[in-house]
Structures are given as structure tokens and as C-alpha cells.
């Protein structure tokens, strides 16, 4: 299975933030960090703050700060969230698989990803920014240069 692009941004997004400390780093900064394109960054954070995983403060001594919900949030759920309820293979798609009705493939594909997914679930953020994790995104030029 692969994670969608965004998917992929925001838990990096949170992970992040998961090592800001006190510092509020700024949607730029943050793209920067993870190497990602600013634009995409920008959506992906506004979900992260919909979804009441951060908050974004405008202006002079803005930026992102993790929510206490965003640290504790079941990486399980929040990849289920994000990626939607779509299946692993799209028998339904343009041009519908002639085998869809009796194929057993389909099911399979269904089980695997909810044991992808069950894989995930008892993983929360900070547990994703243990060591080596966490020191590794503090050993980023501009997070070392924020603290």
C-alpha cells in the first residue's frame, strides 16, 4: 500500500511540530525542514488544524503549534482519515474488473489494509519522534538554530 502524498506531509508535518518544543515554527519553515513544496505544506496544515491536530497563530510571533490531540492522535486513525475509504484496488474504477463479483483478490486486498492499518493504530505521534526519530528531526539545521 502507499500513502497518499498528503498523507505522507502531514504526519511528517506532526512530527515536527512533535520536537518543536517552544518554539512555533512558521507553514514555511516547516516546509523547509521536511523538504517539501510550501503550497502543499499550506494544505496540508489547514487539515491538521480542521482536524484539531494544531494550531495556526497569523502574524508577528506566529506559527504551529501540536494540540494535545495532535501528540496523542493514533497514527492508525489518522491515516485511515486521511486517505479515506477508498479500497487498495479500484475494481469499480472507469472500466469495472469483469471479476469483481466473485473475486476473491478483492477481499484479500481489503484485509491486508486493515492489518496495515491495525498496524498503526496503537502508534501515536510522540511515539513516532522517539529516539532515533526525534533527534534526527532536532539535528535539522533550522529546528537546531530555533532552540
Keep these: 500500500m502507499r500513502l497518499l502524498r498528503s498523507t505522507d506531509m502531514a504526519l511528517r508535518v506532526l512530527m515536527r511540530l512533535a520536537v518543536a518544543g517552544e518554539s512555533s515554527p512558521t507553514t514555511r519553515e516547516v516546509a523547509g525542514d521536511m523538504g517539501v513544496p510550501y503550497t502543499h505544506t499550506a494544505k496540508v496544515v489547514a487539515e491538521l488544524q480542521h482536524r484539531g491536530l494544531l494550531e495556526a497563530r497569523r502574524g508577528r510571533g506566529g506559527g504551529l503549534t501540536l494540540t494535545e490531540a495532535g ?33 476473491r483478490l478483492r477481499g484479500a486486498l481489503r484485509r491486508a489494509q486493515e492489518a496495515f492499518y491495525a498496524a498503526l493504530d496503537p502508534l501515536t505521534v510522540a511515539d513516532m519522534v522517539a529516539a532515533p ?15
Design 71 to 103: 501528540r496523542n492522535a493514533s497514527v492508525g486513525a489518522l491515516v485511515r482519515a486521511l486517505e479515506g475509504e477508498g479500497d487498495v484496488a479500484d475494481c469499480d474504477g472507469g472500466t469495472p474488473c469483469p471479476l469483481r463479483a466473485d473475486c
Design 133 to 147: 526519530t526525534g533527534p534526527l528531526l532536532l539535528g535539522l539545521p533550522s529546528v537546531r538554530s530555533a532552540t
